[in-house]
């Protein structure tokens, strides 16, 4: 499967954006989803994750509250609604694709490109 990310942006603290990410080739459906992020200087981290039924959700601490992963099977689309932005927020933001179990070991196995959200104070 291939993914593509997009929607990040400059945005002020405060603000808000919601990340896109569209797949091809093998059942979306069939995929556990997930964002993470890597600020410069630092490790990825994970977001967000979403089973591939759309009936479960998680989040890492440092945005629980502010962000929001949805995913809609029918446009192969995941998506990432982040409010009330924070300068520590920006970084490159990937979306991932793995098996059901991904959802719980967070092992994805595909990666989209990345797409940059910079949060200005």
């Known amino acids: 499967v291939q993914l593509q990310a997009s929607g990040g942006g400059l945005v002020q603290a405060g603000g808000s954006l919601r990340l896109s990410c569209t797949a091809s080739?093998?059942?979306?459906?069939?995929?556990?989803m997930g964002w993470f992020r890597q600020a410069p200087g630092k490790e990825r981290e994970f977001v967000a994750a979403?089973?591939?039924?759309?009936?479960?959700?998680y989040y890492a601490d440092s945005v629980e509250a502010r962000v929001t992963i949805s995913r809609d099977n029918a446009k192969n689309t995941v998506y990432l609604q982040m409010n009330s932005l924070k300068p520590e927020d920006t970084a490159i933001y990937y979306c991932?694709?793995?098996?059901?179990?991904?959802?719980?070991?967070?092992?994805?196995?595909?990666w989209g490109q990345g797409t940059l959200v910079t949060v200005s104070s």
């Open positions: 991932a694709a793995g098996p059901p179990a991904t959802y719980y070991n967070k092992q994805y196995d595909y």
């Open positions: 080739g093998r059942a979306f459906s069939n995929y556990a």
């Open positions: 979403i089973n591939r039924s759309n009936s479960s959700t």
